[in-house]
């Protein structure tokens, strides 16, 4: 399964509503999708999984929907932290994907 | 909280082998989903595999581009995930991580990570 992220950059000013999107190339078990956030030089961490549940410690500000080929991850008012690469994730069948990444820089 | 730790990174000809090891704490290792993941310098990350619980049958899956060449074990008595890589290509290069799942998830939410083992090849 190939997932596909938009937009490639999101340039946003801290405070305001980031919307990423990450699109399927065959339907997903929605308990099978994940999003991280990576910044440079650290190793990925996990913010959702399951479409839309938090992973502990992560803020109510990150939220997750969708089904099928369609989820996104919305992150309600972008703090100075928030700035970095996010990628969605599948499996649940017996080969796991990355999407290429969607980066949220400041305006 | 769970702890990983790998070792064994370096750099290797091509055609060459090398030998990662993850040593885990702060869970009960036996019962974990394990995987393997890679990434190339400046891009995403790439799921290289997965090894189960013994109690599942420590089944094993595979990245199309490594199968064949690579190889995950565990040894639960001594809290270590393994990846063992041969027929090295210069495309695998990159920063491997081993990573665990949230309880429960199915094997592939990675709550946890190690904190990277570099592997370079090149000639």
């Known amino acids: 399964i190939v997932l596909t992220q938009s937009p490639g950059t999101l340039s946003l000013s801290p405070g305001e509503r980031a919307t990423l999107s990450c699109r399927a190339s065959?339907?997903?078990?929605?308990?099978?999708l994940v999003w991280y956030q990576q910044i440079r030089g650290q190793a990925p961490r996990l913010l959702i999984y399951?479409?839309?549940t938090r992973a502990a410690g992560i803020p109510d500000r990150f939220s997750g929907s969708g089904s099928g080929t369609d989820f996104t991850l919305t992150i309600s008012r972008l703090e100075p932290e928030d700035f970095a690469v996010y990628y969605c994730?599948?499996?649940?069948?017996?080969?796991?994907?990355f999407g290429q990444g969607t980066k949220v820089e400041i305006k | 909280e769970v702890q990983l730790v790998e070792s064994g990174g370096g750099l290797v000809k091509p055609g060459g082998s090398l030998r990662l090891s993850c040593a885990v704490s702060?869970?009960?290792?036996?019962?974990?989903?394990m995987s393997w993941v890679r990434q190339a310098p400046g891009r995403g990350p790439e799921w290289v595999g997965l090894?189960?619980?013994?109690?599942?049958?420590?089944?094993?899956h595979y990245a199309a581009p490594v199968k064949g060449r690579f190889t995950i074990s565990r040894d639960d008595s001594r809290n270590t995930l393994y990846l063992q890589m041969n027929s090295l290509k210069i495309e695998d290069t990159g920063v491997y991580y081993c990573?665990?799942?949230?309880?429960?998830?199915?094997?592939?939410?990675?709550?946890?990570w190690g904190q990277g083992a570099l592997v370079t090849v090149s000639s």
């Open positions: 994730q599948q499996y649940g069948t017996s080969e796991w994907t």
């Open positions: 090894i189960k619980c013994k109690a599942d049958g420590e089944t094993v």
């Open positions: 990573a665990t799942d949230v309880p429960y998830s199915g094997g592939g939410a990675f709550d946890s």
């Open positions: 399951a479409t839309s």
């Open positions: 065959q339907s997903v078990d929605s308990r099978f």
């Open positions: 702060g869970r009960t290792f036996s019962d974990l989903y």
